[in-house]
């Protein structure tokens, strides 16, 4: 499975309006090779380099396997979105105390609807997923606080 973003390739800085210090928006994601045994997908985006440890911006969940394109700040139509480190049970951009970060894209094709509720923490999300993965891909970004 491969994911990948319009907005940024992979390993290239972020563009500000994704972040905090910007607009705060979701990028565009892009989905391909999705097996076809998927009855789901999940998208999670962190940050490993915070310096609690690793940083939660975005989890979604449920995704109907036939989505191809997350659009730019949008969730999918058929998708339940988890509780993020700030509190938020949305996208919330990178916001690095100080210094580069790294910043992880990565999509889960699961072989399973998970049974969760809106707002589930990423131990929950794991928990659910686990030996229900399928194939995943990710894409990683980098953002300075400017």
């Given amino acids: 499975m491969k994911l990948n973003s319009s907005a940024f390739n992979n390993g290239e800085t972020i563009p500000k309006k994704y972040t905090r ?17 998927a009855r789901s997908l999940a998208v999670i985006v962190d940050d490993p380099d915070a310096p609690s ?3 939660n911006h975005w989890l979604v969940y449920n995704i109907d396997p036939k989505t191809k394109d997350i659009k730019e700040n949008s969730t999918p139509v058929i998708a339940t979105q988890g509780r993020n480190d700030f509190g938020q049970t949305e996208y919330d951009g990178p916001q690095p105390p100080s210094g580069e970060h790294r910043y992880f894209f990565k999509a889960f094709a699961l072989d399973s609807v998970l049974d969760l509720p809106r707002g589930a923490k990423r131990a929950e999300l794991e928990t659910a997923m686990q030996g229900h993965v399928l194939d995943h891909g990710e894409v990683k970004g980098r953002y300075q606080k400017q």
């Fill in 53 to 55: 440890g690793v940083f």
């Fill in 21 to 37: 210090q910007g607009v705060n928006m979701s990028p565009p994601l892009h989905l391909e090779e999705i097996p076809e045994k």
